[in-house]
Each structure stands twice: as C-alpha cells, then as structure tokens.
C-alpha cells in the first residue's frame, strides 16, 4: 500500500527567509509525487509534480520541490516566503501503473509572519 | 481553462435526511474521486469511478454510496446523514493510464449535518 507523512502540522516561517516542508512517501515501484496547496474554504490547487528527470522540480509561485529517492523524500521549497504564500499545502503520492489513486499526507499548515 | 465543478459550496442538513453532492468536469477524464476533508487527517478517498456506471471503494465508504451515470458527472450520496459526516467533500478528476497526470480539483462542499 502506498502511503504520505507529512511530519509536521505548522511550519512558520518570517517573510523572505526560505521555507521547506517536507515529505516522505512510501510506493510499489517508481513514485509520481505531487504537491497542492489550499486556501481556507476553496479546493485543491496544484503546484508541481514529480514524474521522472531532474530530482529538481519546478512549479508555480516559486515555488520548487527535490526529490530524494534514496530518501523516499519529496520536500517543497521557496528560497523566500510571502506572507501570501499562508495556507494548507500537501503532499501526494501515486504509483506508476496510472492506474493507482492518488494518496495524500496530512497536510501541513504554512504560516509566514510579516 | 479545465474546470471541476460541485454543485454546492455550503450546505446544511438534517440528521437522516438522504443528501446529495454532484460533481461535474468539462476535461473528459475517465477517473473521478470523491474524497473527505477533516482537520488532522487530511483527505481520505471515499470512492472512485474509473468509468461510466464503475465504481470502487476507497478508504472509507460507510454510509456513502456514488453514481456515474454519464463520464462528466459524479454523485456523491449520503443515505441517511448524520452528525458525524459533517466534512469538506472534495471531488476530482484525471485521465486514465497517465499517471503523470495531476488531479484536478473541484472548489469543495462544506456539509454540516445537523
């Protein structure tokens, strides 16, 4: 069975100081690995996925993710935090059958104090 | 630009009423999911249609039943509410055999049952 864990409930972190929240997965095989993120009361918005390539992804709002496979990791990072960039972000995972659903982590709560 | 639609963004309902959520997607995807939303525990996959008039169960399908009577639209029913379903109920879609391919998420029902 495939599994996320996500460690940590809240990350905070000061505006323009980087941030990472991390993730480590557990998957039959190669990963497809994605990452979401959520505002309060509105779906899921995706960010960046990992698929096969560079262990360096790149997605939206500057936001980039590494992956590990030695580590079975998949951490999201930003070199520097908006305060706008506060909300509920997640980690998923899927086998590479595309046959798979897509599991997800707990979620971890980002908060960035101006 | 692809789109999940729930028909509702808040509800509230009576214990034991029959309640019912629908999703509808324009991007022709043959996977569609209905997962539950609850503080601490993430998103839990109730069930999953892979095709018109498929579906399977996910990781807790007590108390829901689904519909996919057409490829673009995806039911979610409650037989008889209680207290304890009050939840965010996210569906979404992706495209069979790909993987790769990230979910595409619907803005999210807010249910209260009370």
């Known amino acids: 069975a495939q599994s996320v864990a996500q460690p940590e409930d809240q990350v905070n972190v000061a505006e323009g100081n980087p941030l990472t929240v991390k993730c480590t997965y557990s998957v039959s095989g190669n990963p497809y690995l994605f990452w979401y993120v959520q505002y309060p009361n509105r779906g899921l918005q995706f960010l960046l996925k990992?698929?096969?390539?560079?262990?360096l992804v790149k997605g939206s709002y500057g936001f980039e993710a590494e992956f590990n496979k030695s580590q079975t990791s998949f951490h999201l990072k930003k070199p520097s935090a908006l305060v706008s960039d506060s909300a509920l972000y997640f980690c998923a995972v899927r086998d590479e059958s595309g046959y798979s659903t897509l599991t997800f982590g707990k979620g971890t709560m980002l908060l960035v104090s101006p | 630009d692809v789109k999940v639609t729930q028909s509702s963004r808040y509800l509230v309902k009576r214990t034991g009423e029959k309640v019912f959520l629908e999703c509808v997607q324009d991007?022709?995807?043959?996977?569609m999911f209905w997962y539950r939303q609850d503080p601490g525990l993430g998103l839990r996959l109730i069930y999953f249609s892979y095709d018109v008039k498929m579906k399977e169960k996910g990781d807790i399908p007590e108390g829901y039943s689904v519909s996919r009577e057409k490829k673009e639209r995806f039911s979610l029913i409650l037989e008889s509410a209680s207290t304890n379903q009050t939840s965010m109920y996210l569906c979404a879609s992706s495209p069979i055999g790909r993987g790769g391919t990230e979910a595409f998420f619907g803005q999210g029902t807010r249910l209260t049952v009370v």
């Open positions: 990992y698929i096969t390539g560079d262990n």
């Open positions: 991007m022709d995807h043959e996977n």
